[in-house]
């Protein structure tokens, strides 16, 4: 509704009032009274943290803010309605934590807090990466990668995800000389980690 004023006359849709000689009592809101709920606000309602150094959910609640249109700041008032999340902060996986807050005139607002757990660490290769081998043993290059050691901070052991993008040693196993193999790993938040895997065959002087 727009109003106007034109020489002390109050002009609201199409309805004209004139408050000459009214007062200050006459004019004062005699309508109902309005009393919203809080408004909860903090992190726009979505957070990212780190698998090896998760936040806590106090950390969290500290940068959550409850305003109400009477009270004020009534952030005291924040309570936790659900918590998904302070029992898998160190699970990879997407949480939700479900705050409430209450005014004096019982009004409550719920607020979602949805926290993603990421790991971002990529694996680490402990070795051994260079190997030695005969001409006359036909190792297969499976047999060198599986003693490889990698380690990673969410999957634990996983030697057994090495991928060889690159083999120059199996063509050439029965062959004298220094062969490369490209390879990499990754954790099962595919954090990639690349790396060379150097096999020297020599002549077998014993046959």
Same mark, same amino acid.
């Given at each position: !509704? *727009?109003?106007? #004023? &034109?020489?002390?006359?109050?002009? !609201?849709?199409?309805?004209? #009032?004139?408050?000459?000689? !009214?007062? +200050?009592?006459?004019?004062?809101?005699?309508?109902?009274?309005?009393?919203?709920?809080?408004?909860?606000?903090?992190?726009?309602?979505?957070? /990212?943290?780190? &698998?090896?150094?998760?936040? =806590?959910?106090?950390?969290?609640? =500290?940068?959550?803010?409850? #305003?109400? *249109?009477?009270?004020?700041?009534?952030?005291?008032? #924040?309570?936790?309605? +659900?918590? @998904?999340?302070?029992? @898998? !902060? @160190?699970?990879?996986?997407?949480?939700?934590?479900?705050?409430?807050?209450?005014? =004096?005139?019982?009004?409550?607002?719920?607020?979602?807090?949805?926290?993603?757990?990421?790991?971002?660490?990529?694996?680490? /290769?402990?070795?051994? /990466?260079?190997?030695?081998?005969?001409?006359?043993?036909?190792?297969?290059?499976?047999?060198?990668?599986?003693? &490889?050691?990698?380690?990673?901070?969410?999957?634990?052991?996983?030697?057994?995800?090495? %991928?060889?993008?690159?083999?120059?040693?199996?063509? @050439?196993?029965?062959?004298?000389?220094?062969?490369?193999?490209?390879?990499?790993? +990754?954790?099962?938040? $595919?954090?990639?980690?690349?790396? %060379?895997?150097?096999?020297?065959? $020599?002549?077998?002087?014993? $046959?």
């Amino acid at each position: !509704m *727009d109003i106007h #004023i &034109v020489e002390n006359n109050y002009y !609201m849709s199409d309805v004209q #009032i004139n408050i000459n000689g !009214m007062s +200050e009592e006459d004019l004062k809101y005699k309508g109902p009274s309005y009393d919203y709920s809080p408004v909860i606000s903090g992190y726009d309602g979505y957070y /990212i943290t780190d &698998v090896d150094d998760p936040i =806590s959910l106090n950390e969290l609640l =500290s940068g959550v803010k409850a #305003i109400d *249109d009477v009270d004020g700041d009534i952030s005291k008032n #924040i309570q936790v309605a +659900e918590d @998904n999340y302070s029992s @898998n !902060m @160190n699970k990879v996986g997407n949480y939700k934590i479900v705050l409430e807050a209450t005014d =004096s005139s019982q009004n409550t607002t719920q607020f979602s807090l949805n926290v993603s757990v990421i790991d971002t660490t990529k694996p680490v /290769i402990e070795g051994p /990466i260079t190997f030695n081998a005969q001409t006359t043993e036909n190792k297969e290059l499976i047999y060198f990668l599986n003693q &490889v050691k990698v380690t990673d901070n969410y999957d634990g052991s996983i030697y057994g995800r090495i %991928v060889a993008t690159n083999d120059n040693y199996t063509s @050439n196993r029965n062959t004298e000389g220094t062969y490369q193999v490209n390879c990499y790993v +990754e954790d099962s938040s $595919k954090n990639r980690t690349e790396f %060379v895997v150097t096999i020297v065959v $020599k002549y077998d002087d014993t $046959k």
